[in-house]
């Protein structure tokens, strides 16, 4: 058995060996060599991929539990450095490790040539050591740890071509926003020190907290406080994962090397949102206005970003807003105490979405650095594993009946309309009960009809660059070239997994292998809400459904898009107009909530601080000046006269004192 | 007949007031010196005198600390002759009415 501390230990011994590469080849001019820098960057994420399998298949029910050392030890608050491996932390590693393992395989295909190769290996090692500690930790202060490391990471690495001025606004855009978050993150702990003491920063002593709190019913004592905990944890999760309204950073973050946006999409980062309200799942389920919060926010965000995603010209900025769209299904099903089944769309994304990723970095790659979709168009033929590739994954995010997003979205959609305890409470007006309203169904339409948006413009986005004729110029036709080994091996492997990865949580051919992997940590918090429809409804009816909006979609996306002439493209890929105005929606929000009030409040400690206080000090200053200079008037100039001068004030000073009796 | 301890005093006093008139009014820098070394040892006189009242145990007390201001004294010397070369050196004048470069 080995130690649980060895698995982040070798991404990060990797990050310091390339970081060291990187820092002594800086001087010379050809760079380390590739092959060398690539295969370190490969190893160590794969050994920990390694150790990680190892240990999940011989883990107890129970899982492993292992403090490695002291961390803080003051009065009123220890902490320890600590690990805790169970059915939660073991999926999300497994494929955090195992799609970051492939991911940085691929990104050696990607960044060839590129000058700061090390440099990006470094990057991707620190990640998903980060991304490794943030999930496999056994206490918040550790797990913020990670989320810190991964804020830094995303910012090194969407910046990471930093000659260009809009990458590096891009990556302080992402760091800021996130930043924003953390501030709710820590809060949140703080809240939870202030109730129970730094003990309560430990999930286990955590989950048996709230185990007493139930049993002996002092709900409506801590209820309160806990439910600011969780709205405070809960803000936390939106700037980490991309929620209203801390989203925008996500669609800027496209400014990275497209296999870092698949790390983050996929793998690492916006993840850790839906995983922080799985692993607090505990504490969430007995705060129902934090769970009603949680779904408004997930509905709302899922469909704005896929109706958004439906403008976007660029082809990463379409999987971008359809990453935000899909963690909004992720938070709408946490927000119903259906938290296995948002990590089971967690597992299931991380596939399809890095291979549509991983896709569109091939796609680019062929065509020499071009995004706009509508410079693409009949690649199927000459890319045809790429498409190929990009094609599953599409059925699998669109949710075609047998492919991976098939059984995910539909378990959430189908624990979105028997869990949602939501409703409008009853009044009376003009005398007149109006009896209360379950909203069950509106959320279940809402998440139906994102579906049917979803299969649109992912429809879109397939027609558009691999189907039609070519539209861009002819002589950058004749680059088209299939992407190189490296790149395809990560890809098919990840399209394999967007046709299975499903079948871990077949609900509807009794397949639940997943769920009772989850059921040691969620279990308690899921049975603690009951469901608001008690009466027994036909799966098979959710699943028909579902497959409807999907076929919907695709059906309009076809008749759309399929015959359609794309206006020759001019200038940027930026949406105009109103389609500009419903993208932008909330970087203009921002603006005028955040950063106005922001530059209003600079100004005045401009003002107030460095001009009137320096104004004060300065005339302060001044006055002392100009009695000094009257002061030196008094000075003579000769030596002697003043030393007369100063024993003829001692001599009256004695004679003061002496005449009055030293009363002075 | 024993030595009345205000006549040591008083010469102390005229000692004190011969350094303190010798220093003002004298302008070459070196009698200024030699004025303040005077007044400083009319002060180690003055301790010694009054050491004298004390009961015999306690007024060696007195006397220690006249050794210690020689010593410092001694020191003080080296280092007022040294300063006094310097400036001469720089100003060619010994004359201490013309040290005034330090009028604000």
Same mark, same amino acid.
């Given at each position: 058995?080995?130690?649980?501390?060895?698995?982040?230990?070798?991404?990060?011994?990797?990050?310091?060996?390339?970081?060291?590469?990187?820092?002594?080849?800086?001087?010379?001019?050809?760079?380390?060599?590739?092959?060398?820098?690539?295969?370190?960057?490969?190893?160590?994420?794969?050994?920990?991929?390694?150790?990680?399998?190892?240990?999940?298949?011989?883990?107890?029910?129970?899982?492993?539990?292992?403090?490695?050392?002291?961390?803080?030890?003051?009065?009123?608050?220890?902490?320890?450095?600590?690990?805790?491996?169970?059915?939660?932390?073991?999926?999300?590693?497994?494929?955090?490790?195992?799609?970051?393992?492939?991911?940085?395989?691929?990104?050696?295909?990607?960044?060839?040539?590129?000058?700061?190769?090390?440099?990006?290996?470094?990057?991707?090692?620190?990640?998903?050591?980060?991304?490794?500690?943030?999930?496999?930790?056994?206490?918040?202060?550790?797990?913020?740890?990670?989320?810190?490391?991964?804020?830094?990471?995303?910012?090194?690495?969407?910046?990471?071509?930093?000659?260009?001025?809009?990458?590096?606004?891009?990556?302080?855009?992402?760091?800021?926003?996130?930043?924003?978050?953390?501030?709710?993150?820590?809060?949140?702990?703080?809240? /939870?020190?202030?109730?129970?003491?730094?003990?309560?920063?430990?999930?286990?002593?955590?989950?048996?907290?709230?185990?007493?709190?139930?049993?002996?019913?002092?709900?409506?004592?801590?209820?309160?406080?806990?439910?600011?905990?969780?709205?405070?944890?809960?803000?936390?999760?939106?700037?980490?994962?991309?929620?209203?309204?801390?989203?925008?950073?996500?669609?800027?973050?496209?400014?990275?090397?497209?296999?870092?946006?698949?790390?983050?999409?996929?793998?690492?980062?916006?993840?850790?949102?839906?995983? /922080?309200?799985?692993?607090?799942?505990?504490?969430?389920?007995?705060?129902?206005?934090?769970?009603?919060?949680?779904?408004?926010?997930?509905?709302?965000?899922?469909?704005?970003?896929?109706?958004?995603?439906?403008?976007?010209?660029?082809?990463?900025?379409?999987?971008?807003?359809?990453?935000?769209?899909?963690?909004?299904?992720?938070?709408?099903? @946490?927000?119903?105490?259906?938290?296995?089944?948002?990590?089971?769309?967690?597992?299931?994304?991380?596939?399809?979405?890095?291979?549509?990723?991983?896709?569109?970095?091939?796609?680019?790659?062929?065509?020499?650095?071009?995004?706009?979709?509508?410079?693409?168009?009949?690649?199927?033929?000459?890319?045809?594993?790429?498409?190929?590739?990009?094609?599953?994954?599409?059925?699998?995010?669109?949710?075609?009946?047998?492919?991976?997003?098939?059984?995910?979205?539909?378990?959430?959609?189908?624990?979105?309309?028997?869990?949602?305890?939501?409703?409008?409470?009853?009044?009376?007006?003009?005398?007149?009960?109006?009896?209360?309203?379950?909203?069950?169904?509106?959320?279940?339409?809402?998440?139906?009809?994102?579906?049917?948006?979803?299969?649109?413009?992912?429809?879109?986005?397939?027609?558009?660059?691999?189907?039609?004729?070519?539209?861009?110029?002819?002589?950058?036709?004749?680059?088209?070239?299939?992407?190189?080994?490296?790149?395809?091996?990560?890809?098919?492997?990840?399209?394999?997994?967007?046709?299975?990865?499903?079948?871990?949580?077949?609900? @509807?051919?009794?397949?639940?292998?997943?769920?009772?992997?989850?059921?040691?940590?969620?279990?308690?918090?899921?049975?603690?809400?009951?469901?608001?429809?008690?009466?027994?409804?036909?799966?098979?009816?959710?699943?028909?459904?579902?497959?409807?909006?999907?076929?919907?979609?695709?059906?309009?996306?076809?008749?759309?898009?399929?015959?359609?002439?794309?206006?020759?493209?001019?200038?940027?890929?930026?949406?105009?107009?109103?389609?500009?105005?419903?993208?932008?929606?909330?970087?203009?929000?921002?603006?005028?909530?955040?950063?106005?009030?922001?530059?209003?409040?600079?100004?005045?400690?401009?003002?107030?601080?460095?001009?009137?206080?320096?104004?004060?000090?300065?005339?302060?200053?001044?006055?002392?000046?100009?009695?000094?200079?009257?002061?030196?008037?008094?000075?003579?100039?000769?030596?002697?006269?003043?030393?007369?001068?100063?024993? /003829?004030?001692?001599?009256?000073?004695?004679?003061?004192?002496?005449?009055?009796?030293?009363?002075? | 007949?024993?030595?009345?301890?205000?006549?040591?005093?008083?010469?102390?006093?005229?000692?004190?007031?011969?350094?303190?008139?010798?220093?003002?009014?004298?302008?070459?820098?070196?009698?200024?010196?030699?004025?303040?070394?005077?007044?400083?040892?009319?002060?180690?006189?003055?301790?010694?005198?009054?050491?004298?009242?004390?009961?015999?145990?306690?007024?060696?007390?007195?006397?220690?600390?006249?050794?210690?201001?020689?010593?410092?004294?001694?020191?003080?010397?080296?280092?007022?002759?040294?300063?006094?070369?310097?400036?001469?050196?720089?100003?060619?004048?010994?004359?201490?009415?013309?040290?005034?470069?330090?009028?604000?």
């Amino acid at each position: 058995m080995i130690s649980l501390g060895l698995i982040p230990l070798f991404p990060l011994l990797g990050c310091i060996i390339l970081g060291a590469i990187a820092i002594i080849s800086s001087g010379s001019k050809k760079g380390p060599a590739e092959g060398f820098v690539g295969t370190l960057a490969v190893l160590f994420p794969a050994l920990s991929f390694a150790g990680v399998a190892l240990l999940a298949f011989n883990m107890p029910d129970a899982g492993i539990r292992e403090t490695v050392c002291n961390w803080i030890d003051i009065p009123m608050f220890r902490v320890d450095i600590g690990f805790l491996f169970d059915g939660l932390s073991r999926i999300m590693l497994l494929f955090v490790t195992g799609i970051g393992t492939l991911i940085t395989l691929y990104s050696i295909g990607y960044m060839h040539g590129d000058r700061g190769f090390a440099r990006y290996f470094a990057y991707i090692n620190l990640f998903l050591f980060s991304m490794i500690v943030l999930v496999l930790s056994d206490n918040l202060l550790l797990t913020f740890l990670g989320w810190e490391g991964v804020g830094l990471c995303s910012y090194l690495l969407i910046g990471f071509w930093n000659k260009d001025l809009k990458n590096c606004q891009a990556a302080n855009k992402a760091f800021i926003v996130n930043r924003v978050g953390d501030i709710g993150f820590l809060l949140g702990m703080l809240c /939870l020190v202030t109730i129970g003491g730094s003990a309560l920063l430990n999930y286990d002593a955590l989950v048996n907290f709230i185990q007493m709190i139930i049993n002996g019913n002092h709900l409506e004592v801590v209820v309160p406080v806990l439910s600011v905990a969780g709205v405070l944890f809960f803000i936390g999760c939106t700037g980490k994962s991309a929620q209203i309204p801390l989203l925008t950073w996500l669609p800027d973050a496209m400014a990275g090397p497209t296999p870092v946006s698949a790390l983050i999409h996929a793998a690492t980062m916006v993840t850790s949102g839906v995983y /922080l309200l799985a692993r607090l799942g505990s504490m969430f389920a007995i705060l129902p206005v934090v769970l009603d919060i949680i779904v408004v926010i997930g509905m709302l965000t899922a469909f704005w970003a896929a109706v958004a995603g439906l403008f976007q010209n660029d082809i990463k900025k379409v999987l971008a807003y359809s990453t935000i769209s899909q963690l909004g299904y992720m938070f709408m099903a @946490s927000g119903v105490c259906a938290f296995d089944a948002s990590i089971f769309h967690v597992f299931t994304h991380a596939f399809f979405k890095a291979a549509l990723f991983l896709g569109a970095g091939a796609v680019i790659h062929a065509l020499a650095g071009e995004q706009d979709m509508r410079k693409m168009g009949g690649l199927l033929r000459k890319t045809p594993v790429t498409a190929c590739v990009m094609i599953f994954a599409f059925l699998a995010i669109v949710g075609f009946p047998g492919f991976a997003g098939f059984w995910s979205k539909d378990l959430i959609l189908e624990r979105l309309f028997m869990n949602c305890t939501m409703y409008i409470p009853g009044f009376t007006i003009f005398g007149t009960e109006v009896p209360s309203i379950p909203l069950n169904g509106v959320v279940y339409a809402v998440g139906l009809a994102t579906a049917v948006i979803t299969a649109v413009y992912m429809g879109r986005l397939i027609i558009l660059t691999f189907f039609g004729s070519y539209r861009g110029s002819k002589e950058s036709e004749e680059h088209i070239h299939e992407a190189p080994a490296v790149m395809l091996i990560p890809m098919v492997i990840l399209a394999f997994g967007a046709v299975f990865a499903g079948y871990l949580w077949a609900d @509807s051919i009794g397949i639940k292998f997943f769920a009772e992997t989850l059921a040691p940590v969620v279990g308690a918090a899921q049975a603690y809400n009951v469901p608001a429809v008690t009466a027994h409804l036909n799966p098979m009816i959710f699943a028909g459904l579902g497959t409807i909006a999907a076929l919907l979609g695709m059906y309009i996306a076809y008749k759309i898009y399929a015959n359609a002439r794309i206006p020759a493209a001019k200038g940027s890929s930026a949406p105009e107009g109103g389609k500009a105005t419903w993208t932008f929606l909330f970087d203009s929000l921002h603006k005028y909530v955040g950063i106005i009030p922001v530059n209003v409040l600079a100004w005045i400690c401009d003002v107030v601080v460095d001009k009137i206080l320096g104004a004060a000090q300065w005339t302060i200053g001044a006055i002392a000046t100009i009695l000094g200079d009257g002061a030196a008037t008094f000075q003579v100039r000769k030596v002697r006269l003043q030393i007369a001068l100063s024993i /003829l004030g001692l001599i009256a000073l004695v004679a003061i004192v002496l005449l009055t009796g030293g009363t002075f | 007949m024993e030595l009345q301890a205000i006549y040591v005093q008083i010469l102390a006093l005229v000692i004190f007031a011969i350094g303190l008139i010798v220093a003002v009014s004298r302008r070459n820098v070196f009698f200024v010196l030699m004025g303040v070394e005077l007044a400083l040892n009319a002060v180690n006189l003055s301790f010694v005198g009054f050491s004298k009242t004390l009961p015999a145990d306690a007024s060696i007390v007195g006397q220690v600390v006249p050794l210690f201001s020689i010593a410092v004294a001694a020191a003080e010397a080296c280092v007022g002759l040294a300063m006094v070369i310097l400036i001469f050196r720089n100003r060619e004048s010994v004359d201490a009415d013309t040290y005034s470069n330090m009028k604000g």
